[in-house]
């Protein structure tokens, strides 16, 4: 895995990746009632716990310091291994309320996808998403409404900001010391920033992405693809703004 930020890790699984926020406190009297350790953000397909628990432990960080999991949406990609990794170390599941309910029923996102244009995304739509499906079904322990901000990673804590578009429920995570948007799907940056595979409502998805850069951060990771490295938000804003 690699770090982004002081408290932010970015775990390659293939095509897709997911993120530990480590909690960083000064001092037992900043932690409060947080017990310091790690939050997943996002779990890869089905069978990847091994991947991300190796990656953690050769870099010297141990898996059973993780404290909680947040999904970002309901896709396989994200939420793939999140019931065996919350099974394993015991620890609960956090997410959108929207989100909830998908994956309470097994759903993965509602129908009627919008495929981004250009041949690849026909392509991955084709090869990987348009037979749908289902999930596993599991609980969610936690629902999270927009704005909420949540006492991880460091003093300033990650707020939650609600993007629906993409898939319904979907969050970006800003964590507000690092200045470093974990941004998911409201777009990619696999080659270039540019849209995700598909949306359910893109238009919506396009206010999801301009919402989230509006506000104050300079790096930003993506579900697909590489880190904004610098001026992330100004470049989101040029992007897709009409
Ligand atoms: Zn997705
Ligand atoms: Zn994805």
Known sequence: MKKITPHLYQLNLGFVNAFLIED??????????????FTLVDT???????KIFAQMKKTGKDPRDIHRIIVTHAHTDHTGSAAAIS???????WAHADTAQLVEQGLPGQAS??????????????????????????????????GE??????????????????????????????????????????SGLNWST????RELGRQSILKAAAFDFDKAVFGH??????????????KFER
């Open 44 to 50: 890869g397909m089905p069978g990847q716990l091994p």
């Open 198 to 201: 598909e949306y359910e409502d």
């Open 87 to 93: 099974k394993a170390l015991d620890i609960p599941l």
């Open 113 to 146: 996808l919008q495929v981004s244009p250009g041949l690849l995304n026909q392509l991955i739509y084709q090869l990987l998403i348009r037979r749908g499906g289902t999930i596993d079904a599991f609980n969610i322990d936690h629902r999270f409404v927009d």
């Open 24 to 37: 960083i406190v000064p001092d037992a009297d900043a932690a409060g009632d947080l017990v310091p350790g």
């Open 149 to 190: 901000v949540l006492p991880i990673g460091g003093p300033g804590g990650v707020k939650v900001i609600y993007t629906p578009g993409h898939g319904a429920g979907h969050l970006a995570l800003l964590l507000q010391d690092d200045r470093v948007l974990i941004a998911a799907d409201i777009c990619t940056n696999a």
């Open 225 to 238: 693809g590489r880190p904004l490295t610098s001026a992330a938000n100004a470049r989101l804003r040029v």
